[in-house]
């Protein structure tokens, strides 16, 4: 199967943000949950992941809809439906709270996180999808920071990613 690419580049001086592309591959995997979704970034921030305030999205989120949803209860949502999750992060304090806060919120057996010292990838990726580039999972890198972010969706170039992921950081993907 081909797969379709989209890169943006973000960042203050071009306005254009990650927001919406993230909000969608996130949703999507709210509807249709892979089997395993890799997070992979050196630093993670709790960040606001989509913005519930007008309702748009309150069908996905239940009977009481949060009105923002942050990075780790969207992941913690995803695992909730079925997901294995995999994040490998930096063994830094700043990546401290997400990953208590995911681990918290979602089934432990659903979570296997490694830290490395040296990652400096940065790739979120699903059964059929990949978000992938130079943006950390942070308020800079997804809202200042100058980024190039490219959306992959095509299942080959996702399973290569997921095996190569699988490989470094272990648990099967």
């Not at 992941?75 to 995999?86: Q, S, W, Y």
């Not at 659903?110 to 999808?129: F, P, Q, V």
């Amino acid at each position: 199967m081909s797969s379709q690419e989209r890169t943006i580049r973000t960042g203050l001086h071009t306005t254009v943000r990650v927001d919406t592309m993230l909000t969608s591959a996130l949703i999507a995997e709210f509807i249709a949950p892979s089997d395993h979704v890799w997070l992979v970034s050196p630093w993670i921030t709790d960040v606001q992941i989509i913005d519930n305030s007008h309702g748009a999205y309150d069908a996905l989120f239940g009977d009481v809809p949060p009105q923002n949803c942050r990075l780790s209860d969207a992941i913690a949502r995803i695992a909730h439906g079925g997901a294995k999750i995999h994040v490998v992060t930096r063994p830094d304090a700043h990546n401290d709270d997400f990953l208590r806060r995911l681990k918290k919120a979602a089934e432990p057996e659903r979570i296997h996180s490694a830290r490395d010292l040296n990652i400096h990838e940065k790739t979120l990726c699903g059964n059929d999808w990949m978000l992938s580039g130079s943006m950390n999972f942070t308020i800079r890198g997804m809202s200042k920071n100058d980024e190039r972010v490219t959306y992959t969706a095509g299942i080959d170039a996702a399973a290569q990613a997921r095996l190569d992921l699988a490989e470094r950081w272990g648990d099967a993907a």
